[in-house]
Each structure stands twice: as structure tokens, then as C-alpha cells.
T-cell receptor
Framework: ETGVTQTPRHLVMGMTNKKSLKCEQH?????MYWYKQSAKKPLELMFV???????ENNSVPSRFSPECPNSSHLFLHLHTLQPEDSALYLC??????????????FGPGTRLTVL | AQTVTQSQPEMSVQEAETVTLSCTYD???????LFWYKQPPSRQMILVIR??????QNATENRFSVNFQKAAKSFSLKISDSQLGDAAMYFC????????????????FGKGITLSVRP
């Protein structure tokens, strides 16, 4: 719909598992973002990448490891997660991080459940 | 730090009627951007409308308009002629326009409001 896709859409994992979330944008944008959306809480920014370089890490625990191999792809590697990490993880992209074209476009999200 | 408050967790509107969703924010900055995002049940967050704080004129996008009161730090969204497809969660968001060292792209979101539309 908006040019930002995420896979998988649903993921159930145990606390000892290692999994990865994938985001791909087809909009030619240079900036990509990971957000966490928990029930009853505002969206929380996790990471920002601009031209493949990480520009923000919003005090995210090291069990979340982002990777941005190019401007179109963003991954979130997960390992030894906790049940409280269960949430909807949203990816977004924008033409630039700052300026008149910094409007963020979101993907559909990955619903993560940690058992 | 900036905060965004959406005090109404839920609202309901009759189809074809008008509804206003409230949002207030707190900031010490004079230059910033405000957004309303819509998240339908399919979960894809969609930008509804954007307002630059330096602009006095309220932004409009078809049936969607805002009432931006800078002094009161209020940014409400009005949906006219409500349609069933407007049912969704609506988030108000703030972003600073002050560029510190390095780029600050952080969007600060409110908790959201769930809007239902009655046929």
C-alpha cells in the first residue's frame, strides 16, 4: 500500500530463540526507522538509520540488534527476548531524516509474541 | 522533553457526522511540526495531515482539517462527513524543527484514540 513492507507479519518465539524482522521500502527513501508499539502506550522510537548509518539508538537493550545493509532494507535481529518485548514492531521510512521531505511512511508491522 | 497527550481513549461518531479528536502537547520550542496519523485495523499507519508550527493557517486535507492553537498548545483533528472507512486508531505526533548537532528525527506520539463510526 504505502511502499513499505514488513515480514513476517506475525512471529511467535521462545526466549532462547534468535529471529529477525525484515523491512523493505520501495519509495527511494534514505532514512529508515524501527518503532515499538505496545498496548496502551505511545509508539516508541527504537532506531534511526540515515544513508545506512545508524543515527539514533533510543536506549534500546542489546537483545535488539538492527542492521541496515542498504537504504532499502532494514533488519531487526532478536535474541534472548523477554515476554515484555511482545509488541507490534513498526518500520518506517522517509526521504530524509530532516527537512521538508521528512514525513515518515509506515509498514504494516510485525506482531511479535515472546513466550 | 516534549510530551503529547491524547486524553480521550475512545470516541464514536455517526456516519456522515463531524467529529473532533483532541490533542495537546507540551514543548518549550517555538518551531516544530505536528502530525495526525491513522492506523486502521490492518495496522498500516498512514499520515493524515501535517502542520508546521510557523504557519498560522490550519492545514486541511479533503475531509480532514486541524484546529491548531499554538498558544494553547492544542492540535485537534476534525473529520467531516465521517465514513465507515475512517474507523481507526488516530495518533497525534510532534517533531522538533530545531536541528541540534546531528539530525533529530524523533517523532513523539500520543497514546492514540480509537474512533468508531456508527452506520
Amino acid at each position: 500500500e504505502t511502499g513499505v513492507t514488513q515480514t513476517p507479519r506475525h512471529l511467535v518465539m521462545g526466549m532462547t530463540n534468535k529471529k529477525s524482522l525484515k523491512c523493505e521500502q520501495h519509495l527511494g527513501h534514505n532514512a529508515m526507522y524501527w518503532y515499538k508499539q505496545s498496548a496502551k502506550k505511545p509508539l516508541e522510537l527504537m532506531f534511526v538509520y540515515n544513508f545506512k548509518e545508524q543515527t539514533e539508538n533510543n536506549s534500546v537493550p542489546s537483545r535488539f540488534s538492527p542492521e541496515c545493509p542498504n537504504s532499502s532494507h532494514l533488519f531487526l535481529h532478536l535474541h534472548t527476548l523477554q515476554p515484555e518485548d511482545s509488541a507490534l514492531y513498526l518500520c518506517a521510512s522517509s526521504q530524509e531524516v530532516w527537512g521538508s521531505t521528512d514525513t515518515q511512511y509506515f509498514g504494516p508491522g510485525t506482531r511479535l509474541t515472546v513466550l | 522533553a516534549q510530551t503529547v497527550t491524547q486524553s480521550q481513549p475512545e470516541m464514536s461518531v455517526q456516519e456522515a457526522e463531524t467529529v473532533t479528536l483532541s490533542c495537546t502537547y507540551d514543548t518549550s520550542e517555538s518551531d516544530y511540526y505536528l502530525f495526525w496519523y491513522k492506523q486502521p485495523p490492518s495496522r498500516q499507519m498512514i499520515l493524515v495531515i501535517r502542520q508546521e508550527a510557523y504557519k498560522q493557517q490550519n492545514a486541511t486535507e479533503n475531509r480532514f482539517s486541524v484546529n491548531f492553537q499554538k498558544a494553547a498548545k492544542s492540535f485537534s483533528l476534525k473529520i467531516s462527513d465521517s465514513q465507515l472507512g475512517d474507523a481507526a486508531m488516530y495518533f497525534c505526533a510532534y517533531r522538533s524543527a530545531v536541528l541540534p548537532t546531528g539530525a533529530n528525527s524523533k517523532l513523539t506520539f500520543g497514546k492514540g484514540i480509537t474512533l468508531s463510526v456508527r452506520p
